[in-house]
């Protein structure tokens, strides 16, 4: 009998341990202490994963990077905008940094598309949406094509848009489609050459970033798919996206330096010009890399718009 009154307490005290835990597990998670890991890669279709940064706490702040890097090449502003308040989170585009690169389409709609499924999967709602140079253009063609959909307000850093290259009508880009064309091909048979092609008008001057930051964005580059790269030249030359200026209805901001060698400021004044209540900050002592090359005022500026 003795034995089994002590079995009868100890199944009784496992009990009521188990309980407990049970309980206290429940608070945890309601309060939030236990929250579950956020997910780094998102499938986007069958095989096809995208590298996400999700970092912070706050309304969501969605990042595009520019042609060729990566979501890493935010790094100095994910850590001011966590500060700030903001759920910040960098999406990787196909083909390029640690997302999956797999063989098909590379243009805007495919990139949209994408950034879509990830916004769907993550119920993101009243998100700002910013993307640089060919991000920028694919952040303007996603919120042009779904309506902005997840998104309250839309910002345009060196953004290659409406169009990247010229045309009889559009004189404003710096660039003839036959420049393009030698950059592809340049892609395929010295690709090196071509990002040492692109690196000299990246930024304002050889010293307006260091070394090492040189270094780090040369290494973030040579991760992309080289297909991935030629594809999105492609895009680049030949997408136009000036029907999509009307269709853009919500608050953005275009941050852009006067001194940019890739992408002209004429193009973002002509953007300025045909989105209505648009804001245009210019930038003077950077190039294509103003949220490195001038980090403290984009930054600043960023999260000015972001609490307007």
Not at 11 to 29: A, P
Not at 96 to 110: A, I, R, T
Not at 244 to 255: A, M, N, Q
Request: aromatic share 10%; charged share 25%.
């Amino acid at each position: 009998m003795k034995i089994k009154s002590v079995i009868g307490v100890g199944i009784f005290l496992s009990t009521l341990l188990i309980s407990c835990n049970k309980e206290g597990k429940i608070e945890e998670n309601n309060t939030g202490k236990q929250a579950k890991a956020r997910a780094e890669y998102i499938e986007v279709e069958p095989n096809v994963r995208l590298h996400v940064t999700d970092l912070g706490e706050g309304k969501p702040v969605v990042l595009i990077h520019g042609y060729p890097l990566s979501d890493a090449s935010w790094e100095y502003q994910y850590h001011p905008l966590i500060k700030a308040g903001y759920r910040v989170i960098g999406i990787t585009l196909r083909g390029f940094g640690q997302s999956d690169k797999p063989y098909g389409k590379y243009n805007y709609d495919q990139f949209a598309a994408d950034i879509k499924a990830v916004l769907d999967q993550l119920d993101i709602k009243e998100a700002t949406l910013g993307g640089h140079s060919m991000g920028g253009a694919i952040a303007l063609h996603y919120v042009a094509k779904y309506n902005s959909a997840h998104v309250s307000k839309l910002a345009l850093f060196s953004a290659a848009a409406p169009c990247h290259t010229k045309k009889d009508d559009f004189p404003y880009p710096f660039f003839t489609k036959e420049d393009i064309s030698k950059w592809i091909e340049l892609n395929n048979n010295d690709r090196p050459a071509l990002l040492a092609a692109i690196g000299e008008k990246f930024v304002y001057s050889p010293t307006s970033v260091s070394p090492g930051i040189g270094a780090w964005l040369s290494n973030i580059e040579m991760q992309s798919s080289p297909y991935a790269m030629e594809q999105a030249l492609i895009a680049l030359r030949d997408e136009d996206l000036r029907g999509d200026l009307p269709k853009i209805k919500i608050p953005t901001l275009i941050l852009h330096a006067k001194e940019d060698k890739i992408v002209s400021f004429a193009l973002a004044e002509q953007m300025h010009k045909a989105i209505p209540g648009s804001q245009l900050v210019p930038f003077y002592n950077s190039g294509h890399a103003s949220f490195l090359e001038e980090k403290d005022k984009f930054n600043a500026e960023f999260i000015k718009f972001l609490k307007q």
